[in-house]
């Protein structure tokens, strides 16, 4: 997670870093750090950091200064259509139902740039506000197939020793009405290669998981998602309940 100290820099950064600036340069040195890029053309700073990418960075607008901190991501907001305004966050007690994108590639050999390009590229498939989406690398911890609620392939196999997830709240709980249409959309561009082709990256495969399974009925979500059917990869992943 990327935050910036300045008080002119209200925005909420989250993942992706994004920030229009006249110029800008890491004080004492000679460049950015490598998980950003400014584009001179737009006058642009993007970028999405990795975990080795943690500290906090000093950068300078002309004659001005402000800091931008990487921190563990601690998402809680619930994503939102680009033309929301709404916010809705997830209290501490919540049960966070969770939507992961795998993708056959480490994402911590990607430069700033081309990862700010992958969530990019979903926000705009999906629509959805682009802070929102979290890019991991490895996320072994995170996809545990005995939670996920329901599940879908891609259009390639999983490849375990390189892959990591684009991912988003969908609910505090139960999904959110708005994201029903949407996990209709990824799981059938997941399958038919379209997602694929748009990120220029294979995609094997999506889940709906939640973290707190206890909470929350599955067969409750199972009952809500009648539009997105699932996909299993391999053994079915909806267990009893």
Same mark, same amino acid.
């Given at each position: 997670?990327?935050?910036? =100290?300045?008080?002119?820099?209200?925005?909420?950064?989250?993942?992706?870093?994004?920030?229009?600036?006249? +110029?800008?340069?890491?004080?004492?040195?000679?460049?950015?750090?490598?998980?950003?890029?400014?584009?001179?053309?737009? !006058?642009?700073?993007?970028?999405?950091?990795?975990?080795?990418?943690?500290?906090?960075?000093?950068?300078?607008?002309?004659?001005?200064?402000?800091?931008?901190?990487?921190?563990?991501?601690?998402?809680?907001?619930?994503?939102?259509?680009?033309?929301?305004?709404?916010?809705?966050?997830?209290?501490? !007690?919540?049960?966070?139902? $969770?939507?992961?994108?795998?993708?056959?590639?480490?994402?911590?050999?990607? =430069?700033?740039?081309?990862?700010?390009?992958? $969530?990019? &590229?979903?926000?705009?498939?999906?629509?959805? +506000?682009?802070? !929102?989406?979290?890019?991991?690398?490895?996320?072994?911890?995170?996809?545990?197939?005995?939670?996920?609620?329901? &599940?879908?392939?891609?259009?390639?196999?999983?490849?375990?020793?390189?892959?990591?997830?684009?991912?988003?709240?969908?609910?505090?709980?139960?999904?959110?009405?708005?994201?029903?249409?949407?996990?209709?959309?990824?799981?059938?561009?997941?399958?038919?290669?379209?997602?694929?082709?748009?990120?220029?990256?294979?995609?094997?495969?999506? +889940?709906?998981?939640?973290? +707190?399974?206890?909470?929350?009925?599955?067969?409750?979500?199972?009952?809500?998602?009648?539009?997105?059917?699932?996909?299993?990869?391999?053994?079915?992943? !909806?267990?009893?309940?």
């Amino acid at each position: 997670m990327a935050s910036s =100290s300045n008080p002119s820099l209200a925005e909420k950064f989250s993942i992706c870093f994004l920030y229009f600036l006249y +110029q800008v340069t890491d004080t004492g040195k000679d460049g950015l750090p490598a998980w950003l890029t400014y584009d001179s053309a737009t !006058h642009e700073l993007s970028g999405v950091p990795t975990a080795k990418d943690k500290g906090t960075y000093i950068l300078s607008v002309g004659e001005e200064m402000f800091a931008v901190t990487v921190t563990d991501p601690s998402r809680s907001q619930v994503a939102q259509p680009v033309a929301s305004v709404e916010e809705i966050v997830c209290k501490p !007690h919540d049960s966070i139902t $969770v939507v992961y994108v795998k993708l056959n590639t480490d994402t911590d050999s990607l =430069s700033g740039s081309d990862r700010s390009r992958l $969530v990019r &590229s979903i926000s705009e498939h999906l629509s959805l +506000q682009p802070h !929102h989406i979290s890019l991991s690398s490895r996320p072994t911890d995170l996809l545990e197939s005995s939670a996920a609620l329901i &599940s879908g392939a891609g259009d390639v196999p999983t490849a375990d020793d390189s892959l990591s997830v684009l991912s988003w709240i969908v609910g505090c709980g139960p999904v959110k009405s708005h994201h029903m249409d949407i996990l209709v959309k990824v799981e059938s561009s997941a399958k038919d290669g379209s997602m694929s082709r748009l990120l220029d990256t294979p995609v094997s495969g999506w +889940q709906v998981q939640n973290n +707190q399974p206890k909470v929350m009925s599955k067969r409750r979500l199972k009952r809500a998602l009648v539009t997105a059917t699932p996909t299993p990869e391999g053994p079915s992943k !909806h267990n009893p309940v």
